[in-house]
């Protein structure tokens, strides 16, 4: 149980192109996602929070209008990189939390973006 | 604000032996720490999770130990195998109202065999 799907697993776009990455838990409800961004040999950095039908919360330094996040759905969050630029090629990470109070994050596979 | 620690940065093993990987963190409110392992280019997988009242938790040849008052957390891993070699992560969460994961740099492990 607990699985969290990413979409697509690679994508290569070219300068200022957008592209749409999403995330979905398979077998539970996630009422709250989270979207994060790892460098080469770098640690995972949260860039925001999304809550379902509600607007993201995005951590200092990142740019809500260039990463839009849409949570619609209790399954569905996607991240947009608009206008993308070669310094925004990293691997993008999501997590799904369960409900209950254990607090528990699951992660995706991650989505690795290439801007050329 | 939270900061989490790993070290060694890297390790090196022979085959077999047992090992520890360290954690630390800043601001001892934590909810949770969990230890997560991460393949090269992969996502992530959740080992264990410590909640703050446990001391330790355990699964299989993992056991991790919790120190919330000091601030640290260890992961013991038991005769070593060549599959263990990966990255492995810790992170710590401030509950609700803060549900945030803050992440450690991560210990690249390597199991000679």
């Known amino acids: 149980g607990a699985v969290v799907s990413q979409h697509p697993s690679r994508v290569i776009c070219k300068s200022g192109t957008s592209v749409k990455i999403e995330c979905r838990s398979l077998d539970f409800q996630a009422t709250t996602m989270f979207w994060y961004r790892q460098f080469p040999k770098q640690s995972l950095m949260l860039m925001a929070t999304s809550n379902e039908g509600s607007k993201a919360t995005y951590e200092q330094g990142v740019e809500k209008d260039k990463f839009l996040i849409n949570h619609a759905s209790l399954t569905l969050s996607t991240l947009t990189v608009t206008s993308a630029h070669p310094e925004d090629s990293s691997f993008y990470i999501c997590?799904?939390?369960?409900?209950?109070?254990?607090?528990?994050?699951?992660f995706g596979p991650g989505t690795r973006l290439t801007v050329t | 604000k939270q900061e989490v620690t790993q070290i060694p940065a890297a390790l090196s093993v022979p085959e077999g032996e047992n090992l520890v990987l360290n954690c630390s963190f800043t601001d001892s409110a934590i909810y949770n720490l969990q230890w997560f392992r991460q393949d090269p280019g992969k996502g992530l997988t959740s080992l264990l999770l410590i909640q703050s009242s446990q001391r330790e938790q355990t699964s299989g040849r993992l056991n991790a130990s919790l120190d919330k008052s000091s601030g640290r957390s260890t992961l013991y891993i038991a005769a070593s195998q060549p599959g263990d070699s990966a990255t492995y992560l810790c992170a710590v969460s401030g509950g609700l109202g803060n549900e945030k994961l803050t992440f450690g740099t991560g210990t690249r492990l390597t199991i000679i065999p």
């Open positions: 997590s799904a939390r369960t409900g209950g109070l254990s607090y528990e994050q699951y």
